[in-house]
């Protein structure tokens, strides 16, 4: 059995995917997920999951930190970005993160359905002349992505809900677990990303994210 994973909080945009992923593998199990919370538990319910198609704006995620923490996490796992974003540089962050395809959600569907079968048969896919534009992450972009994908899945849902601005006893309450607890995930995730309070962890999560300014188009 397949097991395509969709994390998308657009319910008409999923559809549009899962209608792509039931052309390319009819066969296929869709499980969807509307926030990067959920979709961890997806991916702990799956974790032999076959693909994971990601929309880089959703709830609980900070540009490219979802990517660089479940590439992290799970290696095995395929991934395709999906987003409005239709900029050159950020299609190849996306691929410089890890993930095995970048579709603009301005893509026709016959585009979407490529990638999926592309990328099931172990090839990267961009949009057409995308591959002839490089683009670097910086390095202290790379270090911060490294760093997140070390954190473990409970320890990156805490991480979202910092940046989100919650306080330890909101975090607490949602996750069902102790403020002791969460101050001893607070310790661990200072460590694992080479900081010394809250707020830089805040500014940690927010170094992955996607600049809507200043960026060239894909080419023609």
């Not at 490219?64 to 923490?69: D, N, Q, R, T």
């Not at 910092?162 to 330890?168: D, P």
């Amino acid at each position: 059995m397949t097991d395509i994973l969709i994390a998308d909080d657009h319910p008409l945009f999923r559809d549009a995917l899962q209608r792509a992923v039931k052309t390319a593998l009819p066969q296929a199990q869709v499980h969807g997920a509307d926030s990067v919370q959920a979709l961890l538990g997806l991916i702990e319910q799956f974790p032999e999951a076959d693909l994971l198609l990601l929309d880089l704006h959703m709830p609980g995620a900070h540009g490219f930190s979802a990517l660089a923490h479940i590439r992290g996490q799970s290696p095995a796992l395929p991934i395709i970005v999906v987003s409005v974003h239709e900029e050159a540089r950020v299609a190849r962050r996306a691929i410089a993160h890890g993930a095995s395809a970048y579709i603009p959600k301005s893509a026709a569907s016959d585009d979407i359905v490529a990638a999926i079968c592309a990328v099931l048969d172990g090839e990267v896919w961009v949009p057409r002349g995308l591959l002839s534009v490089q683009v670097g992450l910086d390095p202290d972009e790379t270090a911060t992505a490294a760093r997140i994908a070390t954190l473990t899945p409970q320890q990156f849902r805490v991480l979202t809900m910092i940046s989100a601005g919650q306080l330890n006893k909101q975090i607490a309450y949602e996750l069902g677990i102790s403020e002791a607890t969460i101050k001893a995930h607070m310790t661990a995730i200072m460590r694992k990303l080479g900081v010394n309070n809250r707020t830089q962890v805040a500014l940690a999560a927010q170094a992955l994210a996607v600049e809507r300014d200043n960026l060239p188009a894909l080419p023609e």
